[in-house]
């Protein structure tokens, strides 16, 4: 019996390798996607699909889908992972990564949800996770660019929930502090201390995907107690 499955974008390390590991452990079928084949490869077994993409390649996307669809069944749910932070001040940052920012972080959002909802409205249930940052609530300095990204997930989301709900498909937004990833090195001295673990993300976002469906958590913002910002 095709019991359908989860898409973990950006799922080669940190936050969306946890997720990828909680969901399997919890009995899910996945499709995994990433840009490194070789962080993939310890994910193995029949409830794993991988796909060596690019978020911003639609066509790609969109076959890698498909392809689980005919293996696994019906799209359940996406976390919408995959993201870029480089940070730096506005009026020496180059544009290049600007765009490298608004490629990954809006455009491959936007890709993620446009590729799983025609399936989730057809089937009136589904689950939306897109993990912004608390960046994406309030500014930070030489965060302008990345900033705006996260500050576009946030609206994207909510105008996507509000779109879907009569469809009986939620959309929900995490918003992690700060975090043990490999952007660490953005973030150097005392605060690094601070920083949540991945696995502590992961639980929140199967903690929100777990509910009923009836039950949609919109928003979660979490950050270590000791952060201040």
Known sequence: MK???????????????????????KGHNVLLLSRR???LKAFAGRQVMKAIIDITDRPALDQAIAEAEEHFGPVKGIVNNAGRMLLGDITTQDPAEWQEMYNT????????????????????????????SIAGKKTFADHVAYGGTKFAVHSISENVREEVAPHNVRVVTISPGLTETEWNDQTTG??????LMPQTIADTIYFAFSQPQSINIREIALAPTQQQS
């Open 3 to 25: 019991t359908g499955f989860v898409v973990i974008t950006g799922a080669s390390s940190s936050i969306g390798e946890a997720t990828a590991k909680l969901f399997i452990a």
């Open 190 to 195: 005392e605060k690094a201390k601070l920083n």
């Open 105 to 132: 972080n809006v455009i491959g959002l936007l890709n993620g949800m446009q590729a799983v909802l025609p399936s989730m409205i057809e089937q009136k249930s589904g689950t939306i996770i897109n993990i912004s």
């Open 37 to 39: 084949e070789d962080r």
